[in-house]
């Protein structure tokens, strides 16, 4: 019980740090030039930053339902608790890192200045110019802060059902600000690496999903194989993926509309062809399956849907709607197959993050240079698709060995596997005390209809 106490009393003392220093903070609430304040855009703006938030509870769901019933709340916490610990890092420092003043050089910063927005301050009501000159400041940073809150959360399917929980907080605040913000920076900050690069990412196909999907399969390769696992352990709750899906989908559009930063033409197309990818992909994935002699399901469906929400992200601003079906059906087919490959691997990334939201993101960001508007392969130009393929070699490095190294520093200090009685007894017990429904009141009511009727019948 003492080395219990102990364990919670350091981030409840960091807590409570941060809480005094909020009081000590200057106010955000300044006299900036608001006059090219645009209200449309806000209301937009406003919209899609809600948009995007409800999409980790819709994760929440879509991965809890491909899960073992005894780690259906454990599952869906790690993805929920990630809108309170990201929320606070990205205030006390997270956005600096991402967005504040480059460290690297003219044209190549690698990531933010600290010290530059260190809690909240100089994030206003005023617009940012650099960032987008129609809307707060204030509201810039809430809306990327929704990016920063579902990207570890995608994570937590590879390593599902055999992360301690304790562990898995520190290492999405460590991923969050070693692996995330510096490829935030170096994506969209406008001294960033990659953007000077020319490197094209309307909406995180390459900050978020390509990163998520490599650290998802370090941290499968890392914590290894669940235990007592025969072949591929069923969904216990198929209808809670297709809600789940539901959300994301609905979601979506304030992730890939949204990141115009405008209520535009710009955003109309995005929402436009985020949605044609996504029908692409999941009747992609179900004919597929047919082909190779599977019946369609709800499952397969569902990912496949998922997948072309992934795949259209980079471009959805770049690319016509035709282009959109084209990259939604393929990024289908190549996911299907790399999710079979997974199978029959010694890889037991759980819910084929890896294989969905890592390939979905790699085929996007590569068919984004092929067909991007005026600078892509089919206009005659190579330049922006080779950046593409250097700028994907070094995410893809970057995010697995930086992330293995986080999975060794997070284990060394907490232990990341839960032991294996633990595991057995599924971690919404051996970890919470809880479980997704109480049985016993059922089972007391049939017992006692079942004595009236024996009772009945002796009469």
């Known amino acids: 019980m003492a080395m219990l106490k102990k364990k919670w009393l350091v981030p409840f003392l960091m807590l409570m740090a941060l809480s005094v220093m909020g009081v000590f903070a200057p106010s955000n ?31 929440s769901f879509f991965y809890a339902g491909m899960v073992r019933y005894k780690n259906v709340i454990s599952t869906m916490l790690q993805s929920f608790v990630a809108l309170g610990v990201i929320s606070l890092l990205w205030v006390f420092i997270g956005f600096s890192i991402a967005f504040g003043d480059s460290v690297g050089g003219d044209g190549t910063g690698l ?7 260190f809690m909240f301050s100089g994030v206003g009501l005023g617009p940012n110019d650099a960032f987008a000159a129609t809307i707060p400041f204030m509201l810039f940073a809430m809306f990327q802060l929704k990016f ?55 909406a995180g196909g390459t900050v978020v999903h390509i990163s998520a999907g490599l650290a998802a399969l370090a941290g ?7 235990r007592n696992i025969e072949g591929e352990s069923k969904p216990h709750n198929i209808p809670f993926v297709i809600l789940g899906t539901g959300m994301l989908w609905f979601g979506w559009f304030g992730f890939n509309g949204g990141s115009a930063l405008a209520a535009d033409g710009l955003a109309t197309s995005a929402f436009l062809t985020t949605n044609t990818a996504s029908a692409a992909a999941m009747l992609s994935w179900i004919f597929f399956d047919g082909i190779r002699g599977r019946k369609p399901s709800a499952i397969g469906a569902c990912i496949g849907a998922v997948v072309g929400l992934v795949a259209i992200t980079p471009g959805a601003g770049f690319v016509t709607v035709g282009q959109s079906i084209f990259i939604g059906s393929v990024s289908s087919i190549i996911s299907n197959l790399a999710v079979h490959l997974r199978t029959r691997s010694a890889v037991d990334d759980t819910l084929d993050v890896f294989a969905c939201h890592g390939v979905g993101g790699i085929m996007g960001m590569l068919l984004t240079g092929v067909f991007a508007k005026d600078v892509g392969l089919i206009y005659g130009t190579s330049t922006t698709f080779f950046y ?27 232990h990341i596997r839960v032991a294996g009685h633990q595991e057995e007894e599924g971690l919404d017990m051996s970890q919470h005390s809880e479980q997704a429904s109480d049985f016993s009141e059922i089972r007391l009511t049939m017992s006692e209809h079942k004595s009236d009727a024996v009772m009945d019948k002796a009469s």
């Open 148 to 202: 920063a809150i579902i990207t570890p959360a995608l994570i937590t399917g590879a390593f599902a059902e055999r992360i301690r929980f304790s562990a898995f907080l520190l290492f999405i605040c460590l991923f969050s600000l070693f692996i995330y913000a510096p490829l935030a920076h170096m994506t969209w900050h406008p001294n960033g690496l990659f953007r000077n690069w020319g490197v094209l990412d309307f």
């Open 111 to 117: 990531f933010g200045n600290p010290l530059t927005y």
């Open 29 to 59: 609430i300044t006299n900036m030039n608001m006059e090219n304040l645009n209200s449309g855009d806000i209301a937009w703006m406003l919209t899609a930053t809600g948009l995007v938030l409800l999409m980790t509870p819709g994760l």
């Open 220 to 226: 499968a390769l890392y914590l290894g194989k669940r």
């Open 388 to 414: 593409h393929i250097l700028a994907l070699v070094m995410v893809s490095l970057y995010a697995f060995f930086g992330s293995w190294f986080l999975y060794y520093i997070t284990d060394k200090i907490l």
